[in-house]
């Protein structure tokens, strides 16, 4: 596989240090994390991108009067403690 070589300039500092962090934490060259990063980018990883948020439960909430109900003493204050 014929390889090419790039010259990046004007890496915010922010990137720059994402990236060295990134590279760090997983033990990695810097040109592993780039590589890895360009190859996402491109849409060519070997390992699809995990995410770790909530997206797949968006628009899955269904109403619960029991959970309601349990959540009702949240919703007062007790004076005494806020003294």
């Known amino acids: 596989m014929k390889t090419t ?3 990046i300039r004007n890496v915010p500092e922010p990137v720059d240090r994402a990236i060295r962090q ?3 934490t997983s033990r990695k060259s810097l040109n592993a994390v780039l590589l890895d990063i360009l190859k996402r ?3 060519m990883a070997e390992q699809p991108v995990e995410h770790h948020d909530l997206d797949e439960l968006i628009g899955s909430w269904v109403p619960d009067p029991e959970f309601d109900a349990a959540m009702e003493a949240f919703d ?3 004076e005494d403690l806020w003294k």
């Open 5 to 7: 070589q790039y010259t």
């Open 22 to 24: 990134k590279a760090e």
């Open 76 to 78: 007062s204050v007790d």
């Open 41 to 43: 980018g491109a849409g």
